[in-house]
């Protein structure tokens, strides 16, 4: 089975914080998206990557960067945390060709205080 | 740009009724089309795709069909049942990453 493995499920951070959620997939994937699930607004992309050391900006990359120096692993860094990036965050992979589907984390809860 | 546009639930519906999920898209040349399901406390999982016009994608019961001449995928099911009870998303991959829609709530009570 394919897993992708979020490092937290539940994180509370303070305002100003730098904030790092980590994502883990064993598929040797070489596609890896971050998102943001708000409810009313659905899933918007923050960022992904397609390569080690690739990354492209999603729809909402504002106030966010990411990292990919290994394939399997793709990090979310918040610089400076702030309340409204108060969300649940989502990670996923796929490979590069063929149906494109995409598998997903469980989620990391962020609380920003 | 491409998007995706699926009705506003939430949906609450008796057990063993008849559900449909309306999603409607706009998009460039042929993309592919999906429901994903996101059940209480989880990630998001394939429940069912379609890859060109016509094709009928179906998984535990449910079923869509690409229909092109109304750019439509609308999610069917004949009979839920309380274990259906989650979020579901329409999503299309044409030239981009996956466009999502933002999801209907469904809640099927006994």
């Known amino acids: 089975d394919v897993k992708v493995t979020q490092s937290s499920r539940y994180l509370v951070k303070r305002t100003g914080e730098k904030v790092f959620l980590e994502c883990v997939q064993d598929?040797?994937?070489?596609?890896m998206f971050w998102y943001r699930q708000d409810p009313g607004l659905g899933l918007r992309l923050i960022y992904f990557?397609?390569?080690?050391?690739?990354?492209e900006k999603g729809d909402i990359p504002e106030g966010y960067s990411v990292s990919r120096e290994k394939k399997e692993r793709f990090s979310l860094i918040l610089e400076s945390a702030s309340t409204n990036q108060t969300s649940m965050y989502l990670c996923a992979s796929s490979f590069a060709t063929g149906k494109n589907i995409q598998y997903f984390g469980a989620g990391t809860r962020l609380s920003v205080l | 740009g491409d998007s995706v546009t699926q009705m506003e639930g939430p949906v609450t519906l008796s057990e063993e009724a008849f559900l449909t999920i309306n999603c409607t898209y706009t998009?460039?040349?042929?993309?592919?089309l999906f429901w994903y399901v996101q059940y209480p406390g989880e990630g998001l999982q394939l429940l069912l795709k379609?890859?060109?016009?016509?094709d009928k994608g179906s998984n535990k019961g449910f079923e869509a069909t690409y229909r092109k001449e109304t750019t439509s995928f609308h999610l069917e099911k004949g009979s839920v049942q309380v274990s259906d009870s989650a979020v579901y998303f329409c999503a299309l991959r044409g030239n981009t990453p996956l466009v999502f829609g933002k999801g209907t709530r469904l809640s099927v009570i006994a």
């Open positions: 598929m040797d994937h070489e596609n």
């Open positions: 379609a890859t060109k016009a016509d």
């Open positions: 998009a460039t040349g042929y993309p592919s």
């Open positions: 990557s397609y390569d080690v050391k690739m990354k």
